[in-house]
């Protein structure tokens, strides 16, 4: 991630929204578990951690130009959509997992 874009990020004073998202009672439960031994105040910190983690490491994977360049190669070849996208999908899974 840039510098500047980073900095931003990092401000505390940066406007919020409000966001509903349901989550089955015993996640909710074992966040608010683990999150003061993480040293968050809440649970809902330890959430936007968790999200902020993922959402940077697939900005920066996506962000990539490497990869854009890649997928435009695979196509003029002649490889096709739906097959680029389940390679995607699994090369997603195979990360997280």
């Not at 409000?18 to 649970?43: E, W």
């Not at 360049?69 to 995607?88: R, T, Y």
């Amino acid at each position: 991630m840039k510098m500047d874009k980073l900095r931003k990020r990092l401000n505390k004073d940066r406007p919020m929204a409000t966001v509903s998202i349901r989550f089955p009672d015993d996640v909710i439960d074992d966040l608010k578990r683990i999150a003061p031994l993480l040293g968050f105040s809440g649970y809902q910190p330890l959430i936007r951690a968790y999200v902020g983690q993922g959402m940077r490491k697939d900005i920066e994977r996506l962000d990539d130009g490497a990869l854009h360049s890649f997928i435009g190669n695979l196509k003029e070849c002649g490889v096709s959509e739906e097959v680029l996208q389940a390679a995607l999908v699994k090369t997603n899974k195979e990360e997280y997992y």
